[in-house]
């Protein structure tokens, strides 16, 4: 089992970066492959990005490939989100999610433990 804390969120103007952070529990977050979703108000959560265990490969949601990237630090049990040129759009509770698969996958109810979300708010 594993115990996901994310952190970072904040105001932002539109334009501007922000990096998340997850932090993870225990000594298996290595076999983990990790995925960061989104819910903005009244619509329903949805895939961002993803890494595999290893960190070499990554999948992005069109909506914000070449904007964000996704990486992890698997000796700090840290999976972490850039976002660069954030949009009112990417405006959302951000939620980072652990998988024990070894695909990527957008579906929500593919992954098996999420954390409680940190809230991202992009100003225009």
């Known amino acids: 089992q594993v115990q996901l804390v994310e952190s970072g969120g904040g105001l932002v103007q539109a334009g501007g970066s922000l990096r998340l952070s997850c932090a993870a529990s225990g000594r298996t977050f290595s076999s983990y492959l990790m995925g960061w979703f989104r819910q903005a108000p009244g619509k329903e959560r949805e895939f961002v990005a993803a890494?595999?265990?290893?960190?070499?490969?990554?999948y992005y949601a069109d909506s914000v490939k070449g904007r964000v990237f996704i990486s992890r630090d698997n000796a700090k049990n840290t999976v972490y989100l850039q976002m660069n040129s954030l949009k009112a759009e990417d405006t959302g509770v951000y939620y980072c999610?652990?998988?024990?698969?070894?695909?990527?996958?957008?579906?929500?109810?593919?992954?098996?433990?999420w954390g409680q979300g940190t809230l991202v708010t992009v100003s225009s």
């Open positions: 890494i595999n265990q290893s960190g070499g490969g990554t």
């Open positions: 999610a652990a998988t024990r698969a070894y695909y990527y996958s957008r579906r929500v109810d593919e992954y098996d433990y």
